[in-house]
């Protein structure tokens, strides 16, 4: 079983050391104190690893195994995440603060991810392409080389295995690059993914900062594609550097996310289906339904019962199986909040709920946030334009539905929608027309390993999950048989 002490030094090409990096320690964030203490990788680290992982992806024989070979190390993989479940909920846990109940989810969610990109690999076809010719023509699919996983400290586990599994799946190798606050998942994953039998040197894992540790990986010749899930800006920065390498890059970035709730809702349903979207992980996530539309007419009636309910959420102790709400993952975080829901009052905003540090003895370590409502603003003011990443709601009302799906697009992000409504037709009008990459219906934040996840605009390109997720880490090769009896006539 996992023992935290065995997952501190990081791994370099399979290789568990102390890196050359600076040492510093990972804080708890519901009472500030180390939970850890490592060595982050150092720019010669990054070096080592990706020459470590290029050989290992020639020499190592994974990516010549037959799929169904790899997939049954993916299924060993998933097997042991289970057996190890608690012990990685607690890590998570302690890693970024989020509440036992919800780790445990997303231990779970990483199994699936493992078992399901194992059935994947089993079970992927190439395919047969219409002869135009005196050829017979196929597609088939081989894997990149050496890869790169960034992953964001809101939810690391469950990130981590959705790039690591379909990459391991198309028989490459991969570095990770996990949040510099939060390594401790992402080392724990890979100790598990090499007892289940994934050559050791394909694995490497590089906390630090991403300015350094993340350039040099990115910027690294052969690196053959990075999948980043964090900031539009640091996106956006990984793009630049991919687009000079002519490397694919996929890219999970913001969200400001609407909730729109029509006058025929289920109230009931819809209440309870924005509190969990919006407060739900402490906001810290980039699908947040951030931004409510609420129908004028049922708006106060609406609005009354929403704040109560935000009001009456139990913050506290993620330890506790009671709580819904943990810290937030960083004091300086939780200061960025604060100024964003000041702007919202200077810009003539009105506090519903919320919008304070809870008091008491429990709290006065952690970086605890109340969960806070805002009325009053307009949707073009920057409090509903920019990404808060926090237990922040803005709350408008519209009109019609012409005005409310203006608004809803009104954004550089288009991540998430949900759509609140007895009317089947309008649900698909509305769900067609807002600009989102994934739209819920009825309910929100729910999530298939199944169903590719991706956004537009602001919010990222590429996809990640889904079956053929796995061909986002493969390339794609033509292959012609000639079956021409006479030589090419060109030739004379």
Request: with cysteine.
């Amino acid at each position: 079983m996992l023992n935290l002490n065995d997952i501190q030094p990081i791994c370099i090409a399979g290789q568990w050391r102390p890196g050359a990096g600076d040492r510093y320690a990972t804080l708890y964030p519901a009472t500030g104190e180390a939970v850890a203490s490592l060595h982050a990788a150092s720019v010669a680290d990054v070096e080592e690893a990706i020459l470590g992982a290029d050989r290992a992806f020639r020499t190592s024989g994974w990516a010549q195994k037959k799929p169904h070979e790899r997939a049954a190390v993916l299924f060993r993989v998933a097997q042991l995440i289970r057996e190890n479940g608690e012990a990685l909920a607690q890590l998570q846990r302690l890693d970024n603060g989020k509440p036992i109940s919800e780790t445990r989810n997303l231990v779970a969610s990483a199994a699936a991810t493992f078992q399901f990109f194992a059935a994947a690999c089993e079970t992927l076809e190439e395919s047969l392409t219409p002869m135009r010719g005196d050829n017979l023509t196929m597609s088939v699919h081989e894997p990149m080389g050496v890869v790169a996983a960034i992953t964001p400290w809101n939810s690391p586990i469950a990130s981590e295995a959705q790039k690591m599994a379909p990459a391991l799946a198309a028989g490459n190798a991969v570095v990770v690059k996990p949040a510099e606050v939060t390594p401790l998942a992402a080392l724990a994953l890979a100790r598990l993914c090499i007892e289940a039998g994934v050559p050791a040197g394909l694995i490497s894992v590089l906390p630090g900062k991403g300015s350094v540790i993340g350039d040099a990986i990115t910027l690294h010749p052969l690196v053959k594609r990075v999948s980043f899930t964090g900031g539009t800006s640091t996106g956006k920065h990984i793009a630049h550097i991919a687009a000079d390498k002519m490397m694919p890059v996929s890219l999970e970035l913001g969200g400001k996310s609407p909730t729109m709730v029509f006058e025929d809702a289920d109230i009931d349903h819809a209440v309870a289906g924005v509190l969990y979207g919006i407060f739900s992980s402490s906001g810290e996530s980039c699908i947040a339904g951030s931004r409510l539309f609420v129908a004028r007419s049922l708006h106060e009636p609406f609005m009354e019962r929403l704040a109560a309910g935000a009001a009456a959420l139990r913050v506290g102790d993620p330890a506790d199986e009671r709580t819904q709400m943990g810290p937030l993952i960083t004091a300086r975080h939780r200061e960025g909040i604060e100024r964003y829901v000041d702007m919202g009052v200077t810009d003539g905003g009105r506090i519903r709920t919320g919008g304070v540090r809870p008091k008491g003895p429990a709290f006065d370590r952690g970086y605890f946030y109340t969960p806070t409502i805002i009325e009053g603003l307009r949707n073009d003011q920057r409090i509903c334009q920019e990404e808060i990443f926090g237990p922040v709601l803005v709350a408008m009302p519209f009109d019609d539905e012409e005005d409310l799906i203006r608004q809803a697009n009104d954004s550089v992000y288009a991540l998430a929608a949900g759509i609140w409504t007895r009317d089947y037709k309008r649900a698909w009008r509305v769900g067609r027309a807002v600009q989102a990459g994934n739209v819920w219906i009825n309910t929100y934040k729910q999530f298939s390993i199944s169903t590719p996840f991706g956004g537009w605009r602001d919010s990222g390109l590429g996809r990640e999950k889904g079956r053929l997720g796995i061909l986002q880490y493969m390339e794609q090769k033509a292959m012609y048989w000639g079956l021409n009896e006479q030589p090419l006539p060109w030739a004379g």
